[in-house]
Nanobody, 123 residues
Framework: VQLQAFGGGLVQAGGSLRLSCAAS????????MGWFRQAPGKEREFVAA????????YYADSVKGRFTISRDNAKTTVYLQMNSLKAEDTAVYYC?????????????????WGQGTEVTVSS
């Protein structure tokens, strides 16, 4: 399974971006998909996740109400709609997939990773 994230870019504070993560390869049977981000000099942190089968979503407190994770009907692409962006949202964003073991909120629990897409929010 390969994940490819794209959609990052430069945006002004208060603006919006939508990130996409496309899965390819063998039939995608991941239990959940997540988005993480890593700012320069900081650890990778959880942003949002979705349980693939039922669509239940989870968000970090820092993005709740501003970001929305969703998927397409074919369940091969996951999106992260980011609204009301702030300078502190600047980071490289990664999509990832995991099985049913481990926490949704912990990066090391994820098995598949995309290459990352950079988001820069100017203040």
């Amino acid at each position: 399974v390969q994940l490819q994230a794209f959609g990052g870019g430069l945006v002004q504070a208060g603006g919006s971006l939508r990130l996409s993560c496309a899965a390819s390869g063998r039939p995608f049977s991941s239990y959940a998909m997540g988005w993480f981000r890593q700012a320069p000099g900081k650890e990778r942190e959880f942003v949002a996740a979705m349980i693939w089968s039922g669509g239940t979503t989870y968000y970090a407190d820092s993005v709740k109400g501003r970001f929305t994770i969703s998927r397409d009907n074919a369940k091969t692409t996951v999106y992260l709609q980011m609204n009301s962006l702030k300078a502190e949202d600047t980071a490289v964003y990664y999509c990832a997939g995991k099985d049913y073991t481990g926490s949704l909120y912990v990066a090391r629990a994820y098995i598949y990773w995309g290459q990352g897409t950079e988001v820069t929010v100017s203040s």
